[in-house]
């Protein structure tokens, strides 16, 4: 992944406190700022490296109460779009986000915790598009996804990665960097 984060040309910040533990399913950006969850697998001083890496914008922490991550109960859907689970622990996140937070996000509330984990990305000559859970998994929430009508929604299944606490988030790595033409 080093190499090719550097074959790539983008800058790569290492930590070296050993203390310091920062997993990416815990790292929320939302294009205007950061949501770090404390959970078993990040703390405070990982946050802290973030915070030091990215001056340019707030980094707000949450706890993590239940699930792996912070992105095992939400992630950006859109533009200011955060979809969220309905779990008292997803809406207890996302009630410490808004708090944390100066801007105000929209929300896409997911019958399903777990549906909330998806991918979205704006791909030129594409628009707004959405990789999200299938309606065999989890049908409820697959309905909640149908109303964006202004995404490009793909259905992927999640059924082997959820096998080993995996979910979408979990197996890509996104980066908006242009092409030298």
């Known amino acids: ?108 509330t997911l019958p399903d915790d777990l549906a909330a984990n998806c991918i979205y990305m704006n791909l030129p000559n594409k628009g707004h598009v959405l990789l999200h859970c299938t309606p065999e998994e989890f049908p409820e929430s697959a309905k909640v996804f149908e109303k964006l009508k202004d995404h490009m929604l793909i259905p992927v299944s999640n059924q082997e990665k959820g096998k080993v606490d995996g979910a979408l988030t979990c197996c890509s790595v996104l980066i908006n960097k242009k092409s030298k033409i």
């Open 1 to 108: 992944m080093k190499r090719a984060l550097t074959e790539l040309d983008l800058n790569i910040v290492e930590m070296t406190d050993e203390t310091a533990t920062l997993d990416g399913g815990d790292v929320l950006f939302t294009g205007r700022e950061f949501f770090v969850g404390l959970s078993k697998r990040t703390n405070q001083k990982g946050a802290e490296i973030l915070a030091d890496t990215f001056k340019d914008y707030a980094v707000s922490t949450v706890p993590v109460q239940q699930g792996l991550h912070l992105k095992s109960c939400c992630t950006m859907a859109g533009p200011d779009l955060i979809a969220i689970g309905s779990s008292e622990a997803a809406q207890k996140a996302l009630k410490i986000m808004q708090q944390m937070s100066d801007h105000k996000y929209d929300k896409l």
